[in-house]
């Protein structure tokens, strides 16, 4: 349709980076001729052309460097970045809309219907991801008419990428270049129920489960946690509706007579919601939709009309679970313990700690790391207060709400809806919270001692909590029961400091990844490493990177960490405070200005993370290094050379490892080896981008991105075979050897050293490398010659 604006039939899910993850999504929906309302997308280049190229541009991006600054380590400064977000949205919001870009967002605005009300959202470019769902981060508005007040709501949108909320969830997910937006405007569906549904259940993982929430009037009051839905679980067999919980509902949003937003008292809170045709209806379709993705679990809005069921949003469910014990946890729980209080199992994991009741987001730097947060209810604004806490309690919300689905990605475990908690738990009260059975039980007040203590096979720290969670990050019960053990170590991937203790108490054999560019980012505050050197601040680097590094290492030993050192790709780096000054502009730097060659060209910055692997390795000798994207053989040697004139050359027991990213690693391997490499870890998603020709980041060829290709197995083949005659350690640095059984087995088959998976995905790569041995020794066994007693072979 133009430079600026595409109809809903105009895009696909290839589209994302242009219309935002909602917006791809909703052409892509609709080009499978699902119920979607029509509408259009305002693409990313408008937000282009009128805030990054407009009159204020360049102090946006000052100001957001100076935000990121103030959103890293643990804890952000909370008043500063408020301030800097205050700034950042005023100055969008003086940013005006005229030319070729009104005129555009204007016509397709009226070829929808004469001031018809419409839902303008947000569909910030990244978000609705597999692994970052944004979930209501940026703003929406519904019952929008008239062209002025499109424009209004569009430029809230704009601005709403700049709140502390945002910037800090956006640091998290390690996403540190400049943000920006498409927005999407839908025609109102007239709702008389919405809601949300999952094809999955989070609470549990399990894929044969359909979960929907459902409200009176229009979905946002369930979205946002306003109000306690009705509740349907349904086996996907069929469906078929296995039960109902009845939820509480005072007021409904619904559209005024001209179309606008009215919110209205409930009266009839005891009927169901939803008849049991219509919850069936709405299981179909979202079963439907699962299909159209291949299969993939779908997190999804809907709403009912007088006649029709609408799909308004699908997006993959983050962070779901993999929940297959078929022992509740709630049976796990001392029997002895007094239930306190039920609610909605929202995120998974169990928690011990006191409690910290709090009524608003304002109050967030009340809370001590460790304690149960208590809410009235969820909202987004929480999310750097939930960062911190052990675990999080709400009065009202449901399953699917937006912070429950922030506390599943963040690994903290959550009930919603329990109606009372704000007023039946008090400060100070020690509750374990079981986000996966719904239930709260009252505990007694542990003695903590120096540096923790043990009670009931739980960690309490000397801060006096216990954060655990059973299934993104493995428990302290995980180890008194753990699976069985495998011949092939599997390792987790890590970038952050502070969960590193979490991740440790699980399953782990060690760390086979740790990015160091996450870690550093954070630890620097976003700051550019080479801007730190250029005044003077060496002592910084090494100081902070070697503290957030020994955090880890401490966690983990005497288990083995490798520390991947830094793999700085330009476009990443550019965003970082002074970043432009030190980063070439890349056609494609996915191929660029990367890894080993880099530190042969720019050593300086190499001797520094060298200096504070030495340092850490005085007191945690468990810390090896690897060399990332090593094309050469020329360019390693002289990467070896810096190695051997740092502190690190007189360390014998260090272990020095290469990533295999790049194919010329299958005849150079061998001659690696020779000059000192003793591991080798496959990275399968930079492999397979080069074997196939396919840029890993193209939407657009995403189909022929696959691992598992013939000729990516065989390279991976060449590569653990070398090892192994070579007398090496080999690892594989991914999600397949934990999702995708007949993968695992192939590597285990090939006689792969170790797998490295998220932490997420741990007892199921455990689970799938036992299975895969098994099987490897069972048909040994039955190929091996048979012995008769007395007899002859």
Known sequence: MGDYVADFDELRLADADRAGGKGANLGELTAARLPVPPGFVLLRSAYQAVVEHGPHGAELDDLHAQALRATGGARSDGQQLEELCRRMRELVLDTKLDGAVRDAVVAAYHRLGDRIPVAVRSSAIGEDGATASFAGMNLSRTNIS???????????????????????????????????????????????????????????????????DAARGQGEVVVSGAVEPDSYLFDANGPRLLEHRSGRQSFAIVAGPDGDRRVENMTDTETPVLTPEQAHAVARLALEVQRHYGGRPQDIEWAFDDNTLWLVQARPVTMLSDHS????????????????????????????????????????????????????????DWLPTISRAAALVTDSGGMTCHAAIVARELGVPCIVGTRTATTDLHDGEWVTVDGTSGQIRTESRPVPGPGGTERNGETTTAAGSIAVDEHRIPSAATVLAPPAPT??????????????????????????????????????GGRHPRDLIARGEEHTFVDKLSVALHRITAAFAPRPVVYRATDLRSNEFRALTGGATYEPVEHNPMIGYRGCYRYVREPELFRLELAALARVRERTPNLHLMIPFVRTRWELEACLELVDASPLGRDRGLHRWVMAEVPAVLHWLPEYVQMGIDGVSIGSNDLTQLMLGVDRDSEQCAELFDESDPAVLDAIGQIVGTARRLGITSSLCGQAPSTRPDFAEHLVRMGITSVSVTPDALPAARRTVAAAEQRILLDRALDAPRVVPGGDQ
């Not at 729980?333 to 608003?360: E, K």
């Open 146 to 212: 008239g062209d002025d007040k499109l424009i209004e709501a569009v430029f809230a949108c704009w601005a709403s990428l700049f709140t502390p909320r945002v910037l800090t969830y956006r640091a998290r997910c390690g996403m540190h270049q400049r943000p920006e937006m498409a927005v999407v405007v839908q025609r109102m569906v007239a709702a008389h129920q919405a809601g949300v549904v999952f094809t999955a259940d989070p609470a549990t993982g399990r894929r044969d489960r359909v979960v929907i």
């Open 325 to 380: 014990d078929p022992t509740p946890v709630a049976a796990k729980i001392d029997s002895n313990r007094v239930l306190r209080l039920r609610g909605l199992a929202a995120a998974p994991g169990r928690a011990t700690g006191a409690v910290r009741v709090l009524i608003s987001p304002a109050q967030g730097g009340e809370l001590r790391d460790g304690e149960i947060l208590v809410a009235p209810m969820t909202n987004p």
């Open 487 to 524: 011949a092939t170590r599997v390792y987790v991937n890590l970038a952050l400091p502070e969960v590193a203790e979490r991740v440790a108490a699980g399953d782990a054999d060690g760390v086979g990844l740790l990015r160091a560019e996450t870690l550093l980012v954070q630890a620097l």
